[in-house]
Nanobody, 126 residues
Framework: VQLQASGGGLVQPGASLRLSCATSGFTLDDNAIGWFREAPGKVREGVSCMSSSDGRTYYADSVKGRFTISRDNARKMVYLDIIGLKSEDTAVYSC????????????????????WGKGTQVTVSS
């Protein structure tokens, strides 16, 4: 199983980014997928989750309206589109998979999903 995030970088406040997650070693169609972030000195937190069974999406309150999760099962890719970046969004972002088709009720907790991949650094600074 591999999950590799990419697309991070140094951006100014208010900028937009698209993070990508390349997956392999499992059937993306069958599993819920999520994005997490870990800022310096803080616990890893879930920012978004997407079920595979019904396409339902979930977001942390801090990112609602700015983050959009999507998936391309055929390409085995997961995306996180971000607009209106803020300094508090600075973190290492990684994608995760749940070994079930729906996002669990506590998907957003530090260990709320089953497997995490390597992350990509997003730094928001002027």
């Amino acid at each position: 199983v591999q999950l590799q995030a990419s697309g991070g970088g140094l951006v100014q406040p208010g900028a937009s980014l698209r993070l990508s997650c390349a997956t392999s070693g499992f059937t993306l169609d069958d599993n819920a997928i999520g994005w997490f972030r870990e800022a310096p000195g803080k616990v890893r937190e879930g920012v978004s989750c997407m079920s595979s069974s019904d396409g339902r999406t979930y977001y942390a309150d801090s990112v609602k309206g700015r983050f959009t999760i999507s998936r391309d099962n055929a390409r085995k890719m997961v995306y996180l589109d971000i607009i209106g970046l803020k300094s508090e969004d600075t973190a290492v972002y990684s994608c995760a998979v749940q070994w079930s088709s729906r996002c669990e009720s506590r998907w957003y907790e530090r260990n709320g999903m089953d497997y995490w991949g390597k992350g990509t650094q997003v730094t928001v600074s002027s």
